[in-house]
């Protein structure tokens, strides 16, 4: 087959015809294509070249980097606050997927690698799309989990390509999904095995479909039964919006307006739907929510997984892992390390837990559904469950995850060394105990960290990585490199007790009881924290994490720190659990009645306290806000924190503060640290100094200085 290569006078696109049909590649300069002001002028200079032959049968759209096309190119956006110049921009790029679309011959795009965001926007643009059938290949419109919603068309043309409903749900929640998924969710049109037989498939595609056109442009119906205007829209959208509002209590206003841009557009013509898009694209790309989202949850944590500033080495030189204590968070990190291949032993002292951790592993590997049964197998095998100490020996990695008790893990440290290998990393799983403190048990400080990890571990992204001064920059960046083969998103922090995210989570969840304890409705409490934006609101967080585990974390910091943390919200805790035997959500009942899901109607009885003073969801807002805004403060000043990024990528992705902020110190600097510090003071007269500011924040509110530049 004689294949002809096309000039087309642009550096980065390429033009290859053979036997009338055009292969169309994208190779933008660097490592990936991405939407920018290059991006069109290329598209368009390849569209010309494959355009301008005689006898064209079709056009094959195909990448010449590892992926398809990534999306828009965020420093662009980010640093943009011209609602008009964006405006103009998507407008231009919508023009040119309308030229590719409408050109006259059918276009396939070649899915080799993943299109997310403009990029499978420019897939829908086509009239077929294939992908190879490879579960690293991702593919949908994510734009809403940047404070943005898909701008080049995808909230009009996926409901029109798969139906109301399940574009509804794969736009409103930016929903990713991987290759082998994609065929049934109808992203797809076919899978191929390789690269050839994907060509192969475009070619027959096109010789089959010579007068192909989009489905938006042939009128009918949308698929799936519910059409724009009807009844059945009319309570789709209602029930839609009802659901949304109740998981995002009105905090993302992206969700709400990709929502309301599928609602309207689709009930107008094609084009007049992707007027309506745009303009509300350029209304939140411009957007300070946008700002800051794009900037931790994009920059920032691409910054955090590459590891950029902390020492590196290439191999952690770990073959053989140790996980100590095979409860929840112990049967999890054995499943993690075996399913990225190491030998691992997970040791208990007790049968029932061990028992427990199989199972648990089991099960999750019963979840990975594109492994054939015996990949499962083989990452199971990987895997010795023991009571006894001797499968230990020789292990290059022990991770400890034992009960919280400081003289306990002191004796696992003394039994468990003596037999590691040489150069072994010990580290501990502690959610709170100073890691030097656990050292003292050590007779290698030097190789001794932590390595605190979050539960359920095989879905939580974070894994805080805490380095006491003893401790060397070597095994700092192995226990890094660890980090990235099981594929954690890795932060660093300075010892101190309960870390980082710690101090944090234990600062939100105990303002939460603290204001039921004052006399402040539960009910309104759980709200404001939703309506912030915070991923669970404190008292169901509380009980997730049990209340026996909490009073206990309380009474550990006591003994640690004697600094004689006196609340009545504590009170509140105990008394559920001393005397109503509510002990959280794995016992069914605890500030929630689990069978329910609903506040107890009892807790409010238990509170003997005057009306509050100052009531209202806003003033509950600003206090669960202002709280850990104060902790995140004062764990600046304790020199805790090493940097910013670390800060606000680790509260989103560790304990879940509120991502449509962009983070604790991204929050604080859109309040103005002047008057933030002015309203910590007033609250700290009225009810504790957890709500003082630190000497930092004073000292930046003072210098007029913020965390981040304006943007």
Not at 205 to 224: E, F, S, T, V, Y
Not at 384 to 390: C, G, I, Q, V
Not at 405 to 413: D, E, G, R, S, T
Request: net charge neutral; charged share 20%.
């Amino acid at each position: 087959m004689k294949t002809q290569s096309i000039p087309t006078g642009a550096d980065g696109v390429t033009v290859d015809v053979s036997e009338g049909i055009a292969t169309l590649t994208l190779a933008m300069p660097g490592k990936v294509n991405k939407i920018n002001p290059t991006y069109g002028a290329l598209l368009n200079a390849g569209l010309d070249a494959a355009l301008g032959l005689d006898g064209l049968k079709g056009i094959i759209l195909a990448s010449g980097h590892k992926d398809f096309c990534v999306g828009a190119d965020l420093d662009v956006i980010y640093a943009t606050r011209d609602a008009a110049a964006i405006l103009q921009t998507v407008s231009q790029l919508n023009a040119l997927y309308r030229r590719l679309e409408t050109c006259g011959v059918p276009v396939v795009a070649a899915l080799t690698g993943s299109a997310l965001g403009g990029g499978y926007e420019l897939a829908l643009s086509c009239h077929h799309r294939i992908a190879l059938n490879d579960p690293r290949i991702q593919l949908g419109l994510p734009e809403v989990s940047l404070g943005v919603i898909p701008g080049a068309g995808g909230t009009q043309r996926l409901p029109r390509l798969i139906g109301l409903q399940p574009a509804l749900e794969l736009i409103g929640q930016g929903k990713i999904v991987r290759a082998p998924k994609a065929l049934g969710a109808g992203l797809v049109d076919a899978l191929a095995e390789d690269r050839d037989a994907l060509m192969e498939m475009a070619r027959a595609w096109i010789a089959a479909n010579p007068r192909a056109k989009q489905p938006w442009d042939q009128g009918g119906k949308l698929p799936g039964g519910v059409q724009p205007g009807s009844e059945m829209a009319r309570q789709l959208f209602v029930g839609a919006s009802a659901f949304l509002f109740k998981k995002t209590a009105g905090a993302f206003p992206a969700a709400e307006a990709a929502l309301k841009a599928i609602q309207h557009g689709t009930k107008l013509s094609f084009e007049r739907g992707l007027e309506v898009e745009s303009r509300a694209f350029a209304h939140l790309a411009t957007s300070d929510q946008a700002k800051d989202m794009i900037r931790t949850l994009f920059f920032h944590r691409t910054a955090v997984e590459k590891q950029v500033g902390l020492p590196h080495v290439d191999d952690a030189g770990v073959s053989k892992v140790t996980i100590l204590g095979a409860g929840m968070m112990g049967g999890g990190l054995g499943f993690v390390c075996a399913k990225a291949g190491y030998e691992v032993v997970v040791k208990d002292i007790a049968q029932a837990a061990l028992d427990a951790g199989r199972a648990h592993c089991q099960k999750e590997a019963g979840k990975l559904r594109h492994l054939s049964a015996d990949e499962r197998a083989t990452i199971l095998g990987r895997i010795t469950f023991t009571l006894d100490a001797e499968p230990v020996r020789g292990s290059d990695l022990v991770i400890e995850a034992v009960v919280e008790n400081l003289k306990v893990k002191h004796q696992v440290i003394r039994e468990i060394e003596p037999l590691l290998a040489e150069g072994a990393i010990f580290a501990s799983n502690t959610s709170a105990i100073p890691i030097t403190r656990l050292a003292e048990a050590s007779q290698a400080k030097d190789r001794f960290i932590g390595m605190h990890f979050f539960s359920p571990v095989e879905k939580m992204p974070l894994l805080e990585i805490i380095q006491p001064e003893a401790t060397s920059e070597d095994t700092l960046a192995r226990s890094l490199a660890f980090g990235r083969r099981i594929k954690k998103t890795c932060i660093v922090v300075n010892d101190g007790y309960a870390f980082y995210t710690t101090r944090l989570f234990a600062a939100y969840i105990l303002e939460g009881v603290q204001l039921v304890a004052e006399g402040h409705d539960p009910v309104l409490v759980e709200w404001a924290g939703k309506t912030a934006g915070m991923v669970i609101p404190p008292l169901k967080e509380f009980d997730e994490v049990t209340l026996t585990l909490g009073l206990h974390a309380f009474s550990t910091r006591e003994a640690i720190l004697g600094d004689g943390l006196h609340l009545e919200g504590l009170d509140l805790v105990r008394t559920l659990v001393e005397q109503h035997g509510r002990k959280g959500k794995a016992s069914g009942k605890g500030f929630y009645d689990w069978d329910t899901r609903r506040i107890w109607p009892g807790l409010t009885a238990l509170v003997d306290a005057p009306p509050p003073a100052e009531t209202g969801v806003e003033h509950l807002r600003r206090r669960l806000m202002i709280v850990q805004a104060a902790e995140v403060g004062r764990a600046l000043e304790d020199g805790v924190l090493r940097n910013h990024r670390d800060a606000d990528v680790g509260a989103i992705f560790g304990v879940g503060f509120a991502p449509n902020t962009g983070g604790p110190l991204a929050w604080m600097d859109r309040q103005g640290l002047p008057a933030l510090v002015a309203e910590m003071r007033d609250l700290a007269g009225k009810y504790g100094d957890r709500y003082a500011p630190s000497d930092a924040l004073v000292r930046m509110a003072e210098a007029g200085e913020r965390f981040y530049d304006a943007v």
